[in-house]
């Protein structure tokens, strides 16, 4: 992990390895950490565990690649693949990414963590700067499922920083961050994107791009025109001539409806004229 300095303060940023894999120029820009709406560094000494790698599922250069991925059941990494994961929840979405070689572990000074992973895709170099949440209910269930297959392949680590790495799958969120969804940088006082214009003057933009949600027509999941919809959903409906606006209230009582209808104005018998105030006389 290397770092970038600023204002006396040291700020992790990705590997120089991860840019020399991808035949990249080496830049000199560090992690962001998305809270609210905003965006933070990472000081150095936050990083409990770095990654080795980032995220990057497998490119296809041809048919034969495509078909090779469609078998092992995964996608090319894109925008919209990035928006699927990020804002699923489903433990099957975020396995393969959650190899002890792309987490990234945050430790707060009171020794509470967080569990991080990055993403690079092709064509958007910022991307993988920006960290990503692991969610304490995914980590429950993939980490121990990683743990598994390690043991059951006889896996171990060869050395300290991969032993570390692998101490990241003992992370849960009961025991090192219950209070919490995940470390506070507001709290923790770390720069905000943007504050150190040295190093940039706004937050770096994501590609991650969401799938549209789907809105109902017609309120309440009922289509418009549509008779069938109407079999189905409606038990029934009365359409109440109540006359123009003002002249009738409808009251909602528990299992029934009251309308009280009034007369209008010109139909009412003529109210009594008050006879002005006297005026009192001044002394």
Request: net charge negative; glycine share 4%.
């Amino acid at each position: 992990m290397s770092i970038v300095q600023s204002e006396a303060r040291e700020f992790a940023k990705v590997p120089e390895s991860i840019f020399t894999k991808n035949g990249e120029e080496y830049r000199d820009l560090p992690y962001v950490l998305p809270f609210g709406k905003h965006q933070y560094y990472v000081p150095v000494d936050a990083f409990r565990s770095a990654c080795k790698r980032t995220n990057q599922l497998e490119t296809a250069e041809n048919e034969d690649d495509v078909a090779n991925l469609l078998q092992k059941n995964r996608e090319r990494l894109t925008p919209q693949t990035l928006g699927k994961i990020v804002s699923c929840r489903a433990p099957s979405k975020w396995y393969d990414s959650l190899h002890p070689d792309f987490l990234i572990q945050l430790e707060a000074p009171d020794g509470t963590s967080s569990c991080y992973t990055t993403f690079d895709v092709e064509g958007y170099p910022e991307e993988r700067r920006i960290l990503r949440l692991v969610n304490g209910s995914i980590a429950a269930k993939c980490f121990p499922m990683w743990k598994k297959y390690f043991d059951k392949n006889n896996i171990v680590p060869s050395n300290d920083r991969q032993k570390k790495r692998m101490e990241v799958l003992d992370w849960n969120k009961k025991e090192h961050c219950p209070d919490r969804p995940q470390l506070s940088p507001q709290e923790l006082k770390w720069p905000m994107v943007g504050s150190i214009p040295e190093i940039e003057k706004g937050m770096v933009k994501s590609c991650r791009v969401d799938a549209p949600k789907d809105k109902p027509k017609g309120g309440k999941g009922i289509k418009k025109n549509s008779q069938d919809n109407s079999a189905k959903y409606v038990k029934w409906e009365q359409f109440l001539d109540v006359g123009p606006r003002g002249t009738y209230v409808v009251t909602e009582m528990p299992g029934f409806l009251r309308v009280t209808q009034f007369n209008a104005v010109s139909e009412a018998e003529p109210a009594d004229e008050e006879e002005p105030a006297a005026e009192e006389e001044e002394e």
